[in-house]
Nanobody, 118 residues
């Protein structure tokens, strides 16, 4: 079992930046990849970015490419999401997730709110 705790959310003006963190605990040796998802008001949850610790491979949703950057530090079982040039449409609850394999997400954090004002 893996526990995930997100932090770093907040209120920011359009064009600003935030950095989210997600710390994993528990059976962290089982983690193959971690990632970020978000759910905006009245919207479905959507994929944002992922990070695989083996090789530090990353993937991004098209909507955030060039603006967001995901990174990870295996030594402290933590991933980050650097969000730059934020837009009002980025407003959402951001969730951290982890997976023991490449195609599943079986552990989730509680979420952290990101609000971007115009």
């Amino acid at each position: 079992q893996v526990q995930l705790v997100e932090s770093g959310g907040g209120l920011v003006q359009a064009g600003g930046s935030l950095r989210l963190s997600c710390a994993a605990s528990g059976r962290t040796l089982s983690i193959y990849k971690m990632g970020w998802f978000r759910q905006g008001p009245g919207k479905e949850r959507e994929f944002v970015a992922s990070f695989a610790f083996s090789g530090s491979r990353t993937n991004y949703a098209d909507s955030v490419k060039g603006r967001f950057s995901i990174s990870g530090d295996n030594a402290i079982d933590t991933i980050y999401l650097q969000m730059n040039n934020l837009k009002p449409e980025d407003t959402a609850v951001y969730y951290c997730a982890s997976s023991p394999v490449s195609t599943t997400w079986n552990s989730w954090g509680q979420g952290t709110q990101v609000t971007v004002s115009s």
